[in-house]
Nanobody
Framework: QVQLVESGGGLVQPGGSLRLSCAASGSILSINDMGWYRQAPGKQRESVAMVTSGGSTNVAESVKGRFTVSRDNAKNTVYLQMNSLKPEDTAVYYC????????????????WGQGTQVTVSS
């Protein structure tokens, strides 16, 4: 079984910073792309930032220059450093990873974490 566990969410003031982490564990052969989505109240889920196993990144235009995504392959962990936070960044942030199962190598699929709340408010 594969499990993704997020941490690091919380309440911050505008202009503040948070660092989210997501660790994958279980029967894992390999992890391809890994990153973050978010869903704000009343809005559709959107991609925030992704990073491939080779280190290439793709960051949404709305957070460019403020958010940085990175990963530690040895720990099967992806991070999201969020700086200069704005109230519009308030959302539930979900970790997502494309994973090939070690027990069943023909099985490759997206896995999701349960989400962590980020609230930006004064």
């Amino acid at each position: 079984q594969v499990q993704l566990v997020e941490s690091g969410g919380g309440l911050v003031q505008p202009g503040g910073s948070l660092r989210l982490s997501c660790a994958a564990s279980g029967s894992i052969l390999s992890i391809n792309d890994m990153g973050w989505y978010r869903q704000a109240p009343g809005k559709q889920r959107e991609s925030v930032a992704m990073v491939t196993s080779g280190g290439s990144t793709n960051v949404a235009e709305s957070v460019k220059g403020r958010f940085t995504v990175s990963r530690d392959n040895a720990k099967n962990t992806v991070y999201l450093q969020m700086n200069s936070l704005k109230p519009e960044d308030t959302a539930v942030y979900y970790c997502k990873a494309l994973i090939t199962d070690a027990t069943m190598p023909l099985l490759t699929r997206q896995w999701w974490g349960q989400g962590t709340q980020v609230t930006v408010s004064s």
